[in-house]
């Protein structure tokens, strides 16, 4: 999560946080979301109900940053080319949606996220800013090999990237071949390309 103030009061324990993500991943994978509750998480994860809510609104967010956002902090992929870093970024994307957490959480995610704008607009200002800021390098990297041109829309490729492997592996529920992320990348690299 991005925050633009420094928390209040004593530090925040990065064993208790990953406690926290690792059981809310293991309880969506074996009771599914609807029965994943923040109690059933702090009692798994050994800490009290306060220390979720003071990082997290609810459930929603709490379970997306533990299913979607896995691959944030991994190095940004350096090909050398706009088609090789968006195959790498988009593989690490399908493997994401294909988890058992993921699939498991996805359709409860989904209907939250229609039910609750506020949580919507959250989820995509806090929680897909790295996704963003990673494509940004990737972007950045293409415009100085002359690939792209400096003001291709960001925001816009991500939502395309995301919901074609979205439509394709989860709503459709079709197994990606070993070839869909190259198949993609290469899609999106001729729509942008400078030409």
Avoid: C
């Amino acid at each position: 999560m991005s925050s633009s103030s420094s928390p209040k009061g004593r530090p925040r324990d990065p064993r208790s946080h990953a406690a926290i993500i690792g059981a809310t991943g293991a309880l969506v994978v074996e009771v599914g979301y609807a029965a994943t509750s923040i109690g059933a998480v702090a009692a798994r994860a050994g800490v009290g109900k306060d220390s979720i809510y003071r990082r997290w609104s609810g459930k929603a967010e709490l379970v997306f940053e533990a299913v979607f956002t896995t691959t944030d902090d991994a190095p940004i992929p350096n090909t050398g080319t706009l088609t090789g870093d968006l195959t790498e970024l988009l593989e690490s994307l399908i493997d994401e949606f294909r988890t058992p957490a993921g699939s498991a959480a996805l359709p409860g995610l989904l209907a939250d996220f229609a039910a609750d704008p506020v949580l919507r607009t959250r989820i995509r200002t806090d929680f897909l800013a790295p996704s963003k800021d990673r494509l940004a390098v990737v972007f950045d990297r293409a415009a100085q090999r002359g690939e792209i041109a400096t003001d291709t829309p960001v925001d816009l490729v991500l939502d395309t990237l995301a919901g074609a492997v979205f439509f394709h592996v989860a709503l459709v529920g079709e197994s990606p071949t070993p070839r869909l992320a190259g198949q993609l990348a290469a899609m999106i690299s001729r729509g942008i390309e400078i030409r």
